[in-house]
């Protein structure tokens, strides 16, 4: 991969990605970082794809100034915990602790990023167990494991033996949300593909679920905006 600049205000970095399977030249703008990705077929020289990403320049910046920015991670700062706010505060003891709209962190300032992070992973795990535990129990099959990662593609998979894996930042999102997400991976227990039957047992073992998927598509992303410094 390559990078190269659009000038203007501000400038715009390019990042340049040939691909043999590419048709035509394509545009991509992560919304998790801002990242502009110019995919070029082989046969396409430099000039005539920089030319076409110039032509898109409007759509670029327009795009770019929508995008959420990010938030990092400190004392003061407001954060979601299952869908509700709670603002960073410093604590007492040890252990992080959720109070009445705040989360106390324990330690200096310089270690509230990490001490949070580790918080809400601990906190994601118990949470997405139980749900797991529940639907797994509802559909009469047992997962073989679970893991958690801070996946930015997908908010969940199920592999072909039985383990489990999902984002742990669902824990920031509303309580239904994050049991939606366990819903939809423990059903792959039964039906490892996206066909009626899949979505009747998701159906079965939580319910309607069209409020929690469009939560995920229009609502997900900003999930990615909080930066824990690592």
Known sequence: ??????????????TLRRSARARRLTLRISSLDGRVTLTLPQHVPEHEALAFAREKEAWIRKHLSDRVE??????????????????IVPGRGRTVRLSEGALEVPGTPEAAPRRVQAFLKARARDVLAAACDD??????????GLSLRD????WGSCSSAGRLMF?????LAPPQ???????????HLAQMNHSPAFWAEVTRIHGPYDAERKWLRTQGNALHRYRFGN
């Not at 991969?1 to 390019?14: H, K, N």
């Not at 990010?70 to 603002?87: Q, T």
């Not at 129990?137 to 047992?142: D, H, K, S, T």
């Open 177 to 187: 949300v994050l049991r939606y997400v366990a819903a939809h991976e423990v059903a």
């Open 70 to 87: 990010d938030v990092a991670v400190r004392v003061g700062i407001s954060l979601p915990v299952e869908g509700a706010a709670f603002e």
């Open 135 to 144: 639907y797994a129990g509802r559909l009469g099959r047992p997962y073989s």
């Open 1 to 14: 991969m390559a990078e190269r600049v659009l000038q203007g205000q501000p400038d715009i970095v390019l």
């Open 151 to 154: 996946t930015r593609s997908r």
């Open 167 to 171: 984002s742990w930042r669902l824990i």
